[in-house]
């Protein structure tokens, strides 16, 4: 295989395309988050809040400063059968398809704390609004009340309370609103925004019925999948790369970074000890940026 790079040469990205600010439930500020990005020597980044675009203005105007490139991003939550994150790459304020699907999503988060207090409640297990002890700028979600949950000693750990109450299916789970991801794409590509898979190894569907809705997420302007995450293994982290590529589709990579690395999110740059052609595909994000905004 060869690769015929379109870049200067002399350029190498250290890309951590995901992470996330107090703008959603990140514990650092967007300023703080690039200071750390500076420090473990990343140099391009993305801002990807939840459903939310306010932390973008000041982490760029941070990330000039810093001089580190920042892309402005978006991970929005689609609601199938299941939840499925997409990632959004240049997306600005502004776009009425896309400010219209946030609002949705951020109202129907906010009624879904009532319904999920009420819910508890009658289960014997009283939650009030202050025990989710939500920091401030960020909404309730299932983490926060699990945490609360745990606190208040009803459940052993955070895993326990989404296993027996909170999680899909388990009696104390609220559904959310309807948002197919076909019509994320689709807003995303209307304002020339690049919509990208986002974890494909936590979607918990059988693999060839995921590789068949991945077709059909092409189809619908699907533009790449993000292979680099904290929660792949190594295996499943060239699974996808090699779906991405097979399809002509970008790889991207993140550390989902949130605050503090568990589990399920990585430390700024995490990623990229595994992730081999960090500049080359990092590039042909910023490419594609230049061609659809060009
Ligand atoms: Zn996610
Ligand atoms: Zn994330």
């Keep these: 295989m060869t690769?015929?790079?379109?870049?200067?040469?002399?350029?190498?990205?250290?890309?951590?395309?995901?992470?996330h600010t107090i703008a959603s439930d990140g514990l650092l500020s967007p300023r703080e988050l690039v200071m750390r990005t500076k420090a473990q020597?990343?140099?391009l980044m993305a801002v990807t809040d939840h459903d939310t675009l306010n932390g973008l203005e000041d982490a760029s105007i941070a990330a000039r400063e810093a001089g580190i490139r920042l892309i402005p991003g978006i991970e929005i939550t689609t609601q199938g059968e299941e939840e499925i994150h997409l990632l959004g790459y240049f997306v600005q304020k502004g776009n009425a398809g896309l400010d219209d699907l946030l609002a949705a999503i951020r109202h129907d988060r906010?009624?879904?704390?009532?319904?999920?207090?009420?819910?508890?409640?009658?289960?014997?297990?009283?939650?009030?609004?202050e025990d989710l002890q939500i920091p401030d700028g960020t909404m309730f979600s299932r983490p926060l009340l699990a945490h609360a949950m745990t606190r208040l000693g009803y459940v052993q750990s955070v895993q326990d309370a989404f296993g027996r109450y909170l999680g899909v299916g388990k009696p104390a789970y609220i559904p959310r609103l309807h948002v197919p991801i076909e019509q994320a794409i689709s807003i995303l590509r209307r304002m020339r925004?690049?919509?990208?898979?986002?974890?494909?190894?936590?979607?918990?569907?059988?693999?060839?019925?995921?590789?068949?809705?991945?077709d059909g997420w092409v189809n619908a302007g699907l533009m790449g999948i993000e292979a680099f995450h904290p929660t792949h293994t190594q295996e499943a982290c060239r699974y996808w790369e090699k779906a991405?590529?097979?399809?002509?589709?970008l790889v991207t990579g993140g550390s989902?970074?949130?605050?503090?690395?568990?589990?399920?999110?990585?430390?700024v740059g995490h990623m990229l000890t595994?992730?081999?052609?960090?500049?080359?595909?990092?590039?042909?994000l910023l490419d594609c940026a230049t061609q659809t905004t060009g």
């Design 244 to 249: 991405a590529r097979n399809r002509g589709l």
């Design 274 to 284: 595994q992730w081999n052609n960090a500049t080359q595909d990092a590039q042909a």
């Design 110 to 129: 906010a009624e879904r704390e009532p319904k999920f207090l009420r819910r508890l409640g009658e289960m014997g297990m009283p939650v009030t609004h």
């Design 193 to 214: 925004a690049v919509p990208v898979l986002a974890h494909p190894g936590l979607i918990r569907k059988p693999l060839d019925m995921l590789n068949t809705l991945l």
């Design 3 to 19: 690769f015929a790079p379109t870049f200067d040469a002399n350029r190498t990205w250290m890309p951590d395309l995901h992470m």
């Design 41 to 43: 020597g990343v140099n």
């Design 256 to 267: 989902d970074f949130h605050g503090l690395p568990d589990e399920l999110h990585g430390e």
